[in-house]
RNA sequence: GGCCGAGUGGCAGAGUGGCCAUGCAGCGGAUUGCAAAUCCGCGUACGUCGGUUCGAUUCCGGCCUCGGCCUCCA
């Protein structure tokens, strides 16, 4: 049991060894909850739900932390806009996120920290910054001092000067230094605020996370994970505070970053405005079918997503759950997920050879016998835990597509049963006929030894 | 401009210094009353120009194209 991973920092697969076997930790950034995530939001939660059911075989605990940012200014624009409370806003989100992220077969994380409930923790780490001459006070604002950290830098693999000479945005009057950042700011009467040694006002962003880091896992983390884009400024600004206010220890020991969502080869982003909803999604395809999808290219590779990416894993699905359907009566004996998947997996979350092994055990399956099919069965099932994917009854899969199509299944089984009776009668010309009518209701049937099985067409 | 990543067959997408990826679609065959499902087989795939090598899609260099980040962003 050795895993891989590809580490940021180090810019390069490294062997993964816990800080503490008994105790593995991982944070994720999760979503400010504002808005309807899209599809590109899904693809961290489902890459490392991967990596969280693979750390679950091999470690007793794992302590898994994806957090809710619920203290925005998008937050407060929506909030304003809607006429709303900030509350109406950050509690329908965040439930609908949850749910959302359930349908992909992503398990709830250990914990789901929501930053409005750590304001004190965050005051406290700012005040320790404050006392270790890393951090000031200006005009209301706290602000992290950057050169008072030498390493600032190293993650996103920037140079202080390249910063400089790019920095896109007017540098506010108050900064000692322009790559300073805000860890507090004030807040004007008409928006969320917390009494703090500096005044009512609110946390910056990246301060949220460090603080709920601390306070749940401790000062080292084994993992921390999110989108690519996040890598610069927020991790590097993570890393910065968090390792300045624990006196120079570790802040994270792996940072593993996902790739992006494209659409038409364009990062989907909701400023370009050319996103597709989770929510959108999952009206006209299974949950499922979108996590294979999400899980079909390697996680730090880029993935085009169109609407041929969702019809090719649900196609695909559709070959694995009828492989399990027809080995149907027998017995699933409880099996050790293949070597070779768990072997793809363990470097650094090659899911795409996984799969490819999955296809190659269904094959096997197919053609097997006896024992051979049980065994192959049980494979299958446990290859799919791993991937969060293939744990529904294969009838059930088959059912909830003829549920999208509103089938109306009485009449099809009439027709099958009319059918039947003129291919008895030795009628083809008339069973012929019927089966035209049953694919006019947009169902394909199968004649098996066993019977004939229906199924929604595309 | 700085930093980073990518270009593989009709599509998606792994991987490798010489031999099958895998899936979807297509074609041919087996099977079937006919289908469907399944199985078997098929298709001069590795952006481009050089270099190293007995041999490169894989290593090295140049070039072209595309994308990401550079304080909103998964």
Redesign the pocket.
């Known amino acids: 049991m050795s895993l891989h991973l590809y580490n940021t920092l180090s810019?390069r697969k490294e062997l993964f060894t816990p800080v503490d076997p008994a105790r593995v930790t991982m944070y994720v950034?999760?979503?400010?909850v504002y808005n309807y995530?899209?599809i590109?939001?899904a693809?961290?939660v489902v890459v490392f739900d991967v990596l969280y059911r693979l750390l679950s075989r091999d470690y007793a605990k794992v302590i898994y932390a994806r957090n809710i940012t619920d203290v925005d200014d998008?937050i407060n624009a929506a909030a304003k806009a809607g006429d709303v409370p900030i509350t109406a806003i950050t509690e329908k989100f965040a439930t609908v996120y949850r749910d959302e992220m359930a349908t992909l077969n992503a398990l709830p994380p250990t914990i789901e920290p929501h930053a409005t409930q750590h304001i004190p923790q965050m005051i406290s780490m700012i005040q320790r910054l404050l006392d270790g001459k890393h951090a000031y006070e200006a005009e209301g604002h706290v602000l992290f001092h950057?050169p008072s950290f030498a390493g600032y830098g190293q993650l996103?693999?920037?140079?202080r000067d390249?910063?400089?000479?790019?920095?896109?945005?007017e540098?506010a009057p108050y900064k000692k230094d322009?790559?300073?950042?805000v860890l507090w700011k004030p807040s004007t009467p008409d928006l969320p605020g917390w009494d703090s040694p500096w005044g009512r006002g609110r946390p910056g962003?990246h301060i949220e996370c460090s603080s709920m880091i601390e306070a749940h896992l401790g000062p080292t983390i084994d993992i921390h994970g999110?989108?690519?884009?996040?890598?610069?400024?927020?991790h590097e600004?993570e890393l910065a505070q968090g390792t300045c206010a624990h006196g120079g220890a570790p802040y994270a020991r792996y940072w593993m970053?996902?790739?992006?969502?494209?659409m038409n080869?364009?990062?989907?982003?909701?400023?370009?405005g050319n996103i597709v909803t989770v929510r959108e999604l999952l009206r006209h395809h299974p949950g499922e079918a979108i996590r294979w999808a999400l899980l079909?290219?390697?996680y730090?590779?880029?993935?085009?997503w169109?609407d041929?990416?969702i019809?090719?894993a649900n196609?695909?699905l559709?070959?694995l759950y009828?492989?399990l359907e027809?080995a149907g009566d027998a017995p699933a004996t409880l099996s050790e997920p293949p070597a070779a998947v768990l072997e793809?997996l363990r470097?650094d979350l090659?899911t795409?050879?996984a799969?490819?092994e999955?296809?190659?055990i269904?094959?096997a399956l197919?053609?097997a016998t006896g024992a051979a099919k049980a065994e192959l069965k049980a494979q299958l099932i446990a290859a799919g835990s791993l991937l969060g994917v293939l744990q529904q009854p294969p009838k059930a899969w088959f059912e909830a597509a003829a549920g999208r199509k509103t089938i109306d299944a009485d009449e099809v089984e009439r027709l099958i049963a009319a059918?039947a009776a003129a291919?008895k009668a030795r009628d083809?010309?008339g069973?012929?006929r019927i089966?035209d009518e049953i694919a006019a209701l947009g169902v394909?049937?199968?004649?098996?030894a066993d019977g004939?099985k229906w199924r929604a067409a595309e």
């Not at 970053?257 to 494209?262: D, K």
């Open positions: 810019r950034c999760g979503p400010t995530v899209h590109g939001n693809r961290p998008k950057v996103s693999g920037r140079a390249d910063m400089i000479a790019g920095a896109r945005v540098v322009p790559a300073d950042f962003w999110g989108g690519h884009d996040l890598i610069f400024p927020h600004n970053h996902n790739g992006f969502l494209t080869k364009e990062k989907m982003s909701k400023s370009i079909s290219a390697h730090r590779q880029p993935l085009d169109s041929d990416t019809v090719q196609r695909t559709s070959r009828g492989a027809q793809a470097d090659n795409p050879r799969m490819a999955i296809s190659n269904a094959g197919n053609q059918r291919r083809f010309a069973a012929d089966r394909v049937i199968e004649d098996r004939t």
